[in-house]
């Protein structure tokens, strides 16, 4: 006799309940503001200025297609092209090394624990409080070349007076110092000091018991483990001063031309001028995407270096 075949049960598959769907309804339309805010206001942008970098559009016309020329034109037919790229270029290599310095100093004197460390840290931070504008008027009145109390302080110990914002040799490196003055206690000091703080102490002990001095147990130990926060620092210091504008813009533009002689027209401002002061919003499209390709090429070759000197702790489990 052959054995009947048994039948398997069925499977059901589970149904949402009511109470699921009411529940996966109401968070899309509480988060709705923000997947609307989104999409006009970041990703509608986007690619906007993307079609419009092929084209010739001054606003008060319908684009017209153009092709590549915008992109042409800015490497063979604009005579502010690079020399604006080569400042904001001499601007990063002045502020990204000096804020990344001055707020791992920062953090380290916060670290050693001494008293009145939380109203310190306070003071550090307010700079970095202070709105761009803000702090931009404030600067030109410290720096003015006659009144500014910077300047009188020079005169009275004898020292010539600085023309800090107003000379072609001053005005950018001036600018790369208020930077600094307003970054250097700001979100970079504080993840350097949450990373100082998660250096295990075990390690430096045990450093110190094989015979490793202050300065080798800073080389060995604690600069590998704060790697990975240094990195970070570097990238968004980076992408910072790269993108820099406001500064320029408020603290020496004058009638948007940058400061005298041009010497503070970044790339930034740059962009600014051919959209809002010429109107060429296709070119100055094209230029917005020349920036975000190079910030893009920088932080591939930053990750792509990174795996050479930073160390995760993850991985050396």
């Keep these: 006799m052959t054995a009947e075949p048994q039948t398997l049960p069925r499977i059901r598959r589970p149904r949402h309940s009511r109470k699921v769907v009411r529940e996966a309804i109401a968070g899309y ?35 017209v297609w153009s092709g590549t020329s915008n992109y042409v034109k800015a490497f063979t037919g604009d005579d502010q092209f690079w020399p604006s ?17 001055g707020s791992l100093t ?60 107003t000379s072609e040799r001053w005005a950018l490196t001036s600018l790369g110092l208020i930077s600094v003055w307003g970054a250097a206690g700001g979100n970079q000091m504080l993840i350097f000091l949450a990373s100082l703080q998660g250096v295990p102490q ?15 147990r800073v080389l060995h130990v604690t600069l590998p483990m704060i790697s990975p926060a240094i990195f970070f620092n570097l990238v968004l210091g980076i992408i910072s001063a790269l993108k820099m504008f406001a500064l320029a813009y408020v603290g020496t533009s004058a009638g948007g031309t940058g400061g005298p002689g041009w010497s503070t ?22 230029l917005a995407w020349l920036l975000a390709l190079a910030i893009f090429g920088l932080t591939y070759v930053q990750v792509q270096g990174s795996r050479r000197w930073v160390y995760y702790a993850a991985e050396g489990v």
């Design 29 to 63: 339309i509480i988060a709705s503001p923000w997947l609307l805010g989104l999409l006009f206001w970041y990703i509608g942008p986007v690619i906007a200025s993307f079609y419009l970098s092929f084209t010739d559009y001054h606003v008060l016309k319908p684009p």
């Design 85 to 101: 790229l080569g400042r904001t270029v001499r601007y990063a290599f002045q502020v990204v090394p000096l804020s990344l310095a």
């Design 106 to 165: 920062l953090a380290v004197l916060l670290n050693q624990g001494l008293r009145g460390t939380a109203y310190a840290r306070t003071l550090f931070f307010l700079p970095h409080l202070t709105p761009i504008v803000a702090m931009a008027i404030l600067w030109r009145w410290l720096l003015h070349p006659e009144v500014g109390p910077v300047n009188y302080a020079l005169s009275n110990i004898g020292l010539p007076k600085i023309p800090w914002l």
């Design 202 to 216: 075990e390690l430096l002990e045990a450093a110190e018991i094989d015979g490793a001095g202050r300065w080798a």
């Design 265 to 286: 027209t970044v790339y930034g401002l740059r962009i600014y001028n051919q959209a809002f002061l010429y109107f060429r919003m296709g070119y100055a499209s094209a």
